[in-house]
């Protein structure tokens, strides 16, 4: 459900996104091999995530950083160095989901931005380019929630 939740931007986007997973590891477990199952199973869930995306992106609002105010630059050592797991899922859930997926797949999962452009089905550059937004909107979200929490 973790995987499912960082790729998500809600609680049921995600339940429907392990579902589905579910439902292609009961088609598939014939397939499975003496591999981890725990990783298979991962793989799955992110293949699904990436298989939502692409299937609903035609519906999902995409937020353009660019059209929006600029970001404004403050130092950053005036922001907490902890962070809560929720607060930091909550911040990844709010990101416009190609930046979402982008940031997921290369800081967390592991995946290089070739990888990840074939599965998502961009280019290496748009890969790099929406990694790099993805990280500037979350510095920005967490920047405002410690400014206005003090």
Not at 89 to 111: H, K
Request: charged content about 30%; aromatic content about 10%.
């Amino acid at each position: 459900m973790s995987i499912a939740l960082r790729y998500s931007q809600n609680y049921e986007e995600a339940i429907e996104i392990l579902n589905d997973s579910f439902i292609k590891v009961f088609k598939k477990i014939k397939d499975y091999n003496d591999l981890s199952f725990k990783g298979w199973l991962r793989r799955i869930v992110i293949n699904t995530a990436s298989d939502h995306y692409r299937k609903n992106k035609k519906h999902l609002y995409h937020k353009d950083i660019e059209s929006q105010e600029a970001l404004t630059v403050i130092d950053t050592e005036t922001v907490d160095d902890q962070i809560s797991y929720d607060e930091l899922l909550e911040a990844v859930q709010q990101l416009p989901p190609s930046y979402r997926n982008t940031f997921c797949m290369y800081v967390i999962d592991g995946y290089k931005h070739e990888e990840i452009a074939e599965m998502l089905n961009v280019s290496v550059g748009t890969s790099k380019s929406n990694l790099h937004r993805a990280r500037a909107y979350l510095r920005e979200l967490i920047i405002r929630r410690d400014y206005a929490v003090a």
